[in-house]
């Protein structure tokens, strides 16, 4: 059996937010709403664990003016 490929982040967070539509359209019966709530669950977990990857990534990149590494806060204000 092969690994089921993992989507990309932007596929995965289109997903959730299909099935988020869905589930607030009310349309569904119980099991069709439990079911796409799993699957949102699971998607969610999936898009955290990749921007949480992502957060440790930024802070190994980010190095103070003597090339050391350092951890620094992003502001709000620092991303707009």
């Known amino acids: 059996m092969m690994a089921k490929k993992k989507q990309t982040f932007e596929a995965s967070l289109k997903k959730l937010e299909e099935i988020v539509t ?4 009310g349309d569904l019966s119980l099991e069709e709403s439990l079911k796409l709530f799993e699957d949102g669950v699971k998607l969610s977990r999936e898009c955290q664990d990749r921007l949480d990857q992502a957060e440790r990534r930024i ?8 090339g050391n590494p350092t951890l620094q806060e992003i502001d709000d204000e620092d991303l707009e």
Do not use: H, I, S
């Open 59 to 66: 802070e190994v990149l980010l190095k103070d003016r003597n």
């Open 22 to 25: 869905q589930l607030e359209e």
